[in-house]
């Protein structure tokens, strides 16, 4: 079963939550390096533990993801991008090839033993010779990543030999210094490359690291629960003790609990990489047949998710074309309006998006309601105040999220930079906050304004006027009783003054002497300051005269 992405939308924004872990989860990660994002989550953790008890959680949460959410915010349109700029196809490809290359290693796990197999009138198989091996209460708790060769008998099926393959013993160590040969570090390669395009779109990022350090271990964790001998009653499990059948039982739930932790190794390596993490350093001296197995699962839930990918992507191009970019050049009708549309005269791309939509809609989930809020303060108490989609595929959310955008009439435009298309939060935007375009290092928007600047190319002259301009106003704006407006009228009198010095100096570029021309602005301008402070004290004076021939009046 693979991992379920559960999400919300309001205004402006796209909610995913991530997941509480749970006690073996935990305990687990003690071991493992934390960064300060760590530190802060976890802190945020211990608060929602406290209540996590009185937390009112709908079933179908309880029953597929039993832990508690705490949401991360994204802005709008990332997700519809991500889908159109990225080449899923190219990443599907390389997934394929790898899981080609490594198709031996896969290892089948049986979910259907309780099902499919006649446990009941079970026969084991009549053993050549007697065995020397260990039982598998020794060699479980001691050695979880060496699987013992199974025996091949006439009532199991072929899946049930397969990944016990001839090849030479390797160690993790082995490996890891090895890993152009080596599943799991091929697997990790393959994964940094797509977080590295990703690093654009923060919330597609995010949802595919939940998956993928998700999904192989609920895979088989999920296994685990459908092999579970608890529910079977006394008197089945006697009959599987007298058949033997109960060794194979626990043979299989053994390997599965190998392949989690297996899963999770691999999973926290793909974040790490390439830098193993404490838990890969800890088991580098053991046989790494399982991480295999386990890298192989982690590949094919990947692979699917990029071939969903390519497949949406161009009917997701045409759709945004027909809409969101349509109603940006045509503002006399909205993007809803425009999707309205494509609905009615089937365009090409509604076909796919609306089937995923659809199946979305029917997939929502009630609010996991906090204790502290009451259905009275609710407007509507009947009503949750807020709904989770639940998808187990990418392109849905996607296409959830392109919904979102043509109701909220948002539109878009091509950047003047990259091209790529992006949405437009005013009129004047010309160009994206892709970095990506630019080696990572600036936006487009950036780019695009440097490039502006430069092409506005000011004459020496002229960039020492406004210099001494600055510098100038500087000094008038700390003297003790100025105004702006004798401010102002000091650096205009300059300024007209000053004028046919600098036309002069920009007609004869071979005569300028940057530094001479400097200090001769500069002395211009303190001798317009001492005349306009003369002008100011003969004003005062004329001022006192008048005032003491009116009292002598």
Request: proline share 5%; glycine share 4%.
């Amino acid at each position: 079963m693979p991992t379920n992405f559960v999400f919300r939308f309001e205004k402006a924004n796209l909610f995913i939550p991530f997941q509480m872990p749970n006690k073996r989860q935990r305990q687990a990660a003690v071991n493992r390096q934390t960064t300060p994002e760590d530190a802060r989550r976890s802190s945020v953790i211990a608060r929602m533990e406290k209540i996590k008890d009185q937390l009112q959680i709908p079933e179908y949460v309880e029953e597929n993801q039993p832990r508690v959410w705490l949401e991360e915010s994204y802005d709008l349109g990332d997700l519809v991008f991500a889908v159109l700029d990225i080449p899923w196809k190219a990443f599907y490809e390389k997934a394929q090839s790898l899981l080609e290359q490594y198709k031996d290693y896969e290892m089948a796990i049986r979910t259907d033993l309780l099902t499919q197999v006649d446990w009941r009138h079970y026969q084991p198989p009549q053993p050549e010779k007697e065995s020397h091996e260990p039982s598998f209460k020794k060699w479980f708790p001691l050695n979880l990543f060496t699987r013992p060769v199974k025996k091949s008998s006439a009532q199991e099926t072929p899946a049930a030999t397969e990944g016990t393959s001839n090849r030479t013993p390797r160690t993790i160590a082995q490996g890891l210094a090895a890993p152009e040969q080596t599943a799991y570090c091929q697997v990790a390669q393959l994964y940094d490359d797509v977080k590295h395009s990703l690093a654009d779109y923060p919330a597609m990022a995010a949802l595919l690291a939940h998956y993928c350090t998700n999904a192989a271990s609920d895979y088989y964790l999920q296994a685990i629960k459908t092999l579970d001998m608890t529910r079977l009653t006394d008197l089945d499990r006697s009959i599987m003790e007298q058949n033997g059948f109960l060794k194979v039982l626990h043979h299989e739930i053994y390997w599965c609990n190998a392949l989690v932790q297996c899963s999770e190794c691999v999973e926290r390596y793909m974040k790490s990489f390439p830098t193993p993490d404490f838990l890969m350093k800890s088991y580098a001296g053991m046989d790494d047949r399982e991480l295999c197995a386990a890298s192989v699962t982690v590949l094919k839930m990947i692979a699917e998710q990029f071939r969903l990918l390519a497949d949406f992507q161009p009917e997701l191009a045409s759709l945004v074309q027909y809409t969101l970019v349509e109603a940006d050049l045509h503002p006399d009708k909205s993007a809803d309006q425009r999707y309205g549309d494509a609905l009615l005269v089937r365009h090409s791309g509604v076909a796919a998006g609306q089937k995923l939509y659809e199946q979305l809609r029917l997939r929502m989930l009630g609010r996991l309601s906090l204790p502290q809020e009451k259905a009275s303060s609710r407007r509507h108490p009947d009503i949750a105040s807020r709904s989770y989609f639940v998808a187990d595929n990418l392109p849905a959310v996607a296409m959830a999220e392109f919904v979102q955008l043509c109701s909220q009439h948002e539109t878009a435009r091509k950047c003047q930079h990259c091209g790529m298309l992006f949405l437009s939060k005013n009129t004047g935007a010309k160009c994206c906050n892709r970095k990506s375009p630019n080696g990572g290092l600036r936006t487009c928007r950036e780019v695009r304004k440097e490039e502006r600047a430069s092409e506005r190319e000011v004459p020496p002259p002229v960039d020492v006027l406004n210099k001494v301009n600055k510098r100038m106003n500087g000094r008038l704006a700390r003297s003790l009783g100025m105004t702006t407006e004798r401010r102002a009228s000091i650096l205009k009198s300059w300024r007209k003054e000053v004028k046919p010095l600098v036309q002069e100096a920009t007609d004869h570029p071979e005569t300028f002497d940057e530094e001479a021309f400097d200090a001769q602005l500069c002395e211009i301008f303190n001798r317009v300051r001492q005349e306009e402070a003369a002008a100011e004290r003969r004003g005062q004076e004329e001022a006192s005269k008048k005032r003491r021939w009116k009292r002598k009046g």
